[in-house]
């Protein structure tokens, strides 16, 4: 069973667009969650993440919009450029250290 | 700091062979986790160890499968006899509370 339900599996956009990744979950006892970004050929980097505690989390270009009620949550970048083409994963956890991860979204952003 | 370091990047094998791969996770992380990254199952969390001990192992596929951390500085990801179907690339990862988990580079495993 996917614990973390992600969408869309690929995206596209222009060049200075806004690209957005939705991420669900069921599990009421997740209380972390992070976003990931993978480039080809390298492991997941560690971008932005949440606690349910706070429903917008903003670093750089990166924003987390958390709706605690509806269980979901999601990655805006703003003005997208080429050099964020790349997969992009979110996870939840809980206090046991469970991390459960999203399918991924490739990215890819069109000069 | 270094972040994870993994080693082998690469291995190539032939099946039955046996393979064992390399972390140091970040000084000062207390736990560490071993993930298989494949196009059909993406990310699977394997195993992770709490503080040198493995906290939970229901991730690893079977007994061929094995996975030690002697230290805190130090885990090996172990597969005798290896399998084709073992190909994929392993990551390592560790976190302190709170935060994380950070990543290694990954090891591309190719079984042939």
């Known amino acids: 069973q996917q614990q973390v339900k992600q969408s869309p599996q690929s995206l596209i956009v222009q060049k200075g667009g806004i690209s957005i990744i939705n991420c669900a979950y069921e599990?009421?006892?997740?209380?972390?969650f992070p976003w990931y970004q993978q480039f080809p050929g390298k492991g997941p980097a560690l971008l932005i993440a949440?606690?349910?505690?706070?429903s917008e989390k903003k670093e750089g270009r990166f924003t987390i919009s958390f709706n605690k009620s509806a269980k979901q949550f999601s990655l805006h970048i703003m003005d997208s450029q080429p050099g964020d083409s790349a997969t992009y994963f979110c996870a939840a956890a809980n206090t046991g250290n469970q991390f459960y991860f999203g399918t991924g979204t490739s990215l890819t952003v069109i000069p | 700091d270094a972040g994870v370091i993994q080693s082998p990047r690469h291995e190539v094998t032939e099946m039955g062979q046996e393979v064992t791969l390399r972390c140091k996770p970040i000084s000062g992380h207390d736990y560490l986790f071993w993930y298989r990254q494949t196009m059909m199952r993406g990310l699977e969390l394997l195993i992770y160890f709490n503080n040198n001990v493995p906290i939970d192992d229901s991730g690893m596929p079977e007994d061929r499968f094995s996975a030690k951390m002697p230290n805190a500085s130090f885990s090996t990801l172990k597969i005798q006899p290896s399998e084709p179907r073992d190909s994929a690339v392993y990551f390592c990862?560790?976190?302190?509370?709170?935060?994380?988990?950070?990543f290694g580079p990954g090891t591309r495993l190719t079984v042939t």
């Open positions: 949440i606690r349910p505690d706070v």
């Open positions: 599990n009421t006892a997740f209380d972390y």
């Open positions: 990862a560790s976190r302190a509370p709170g935060q994380g988990p950070y």
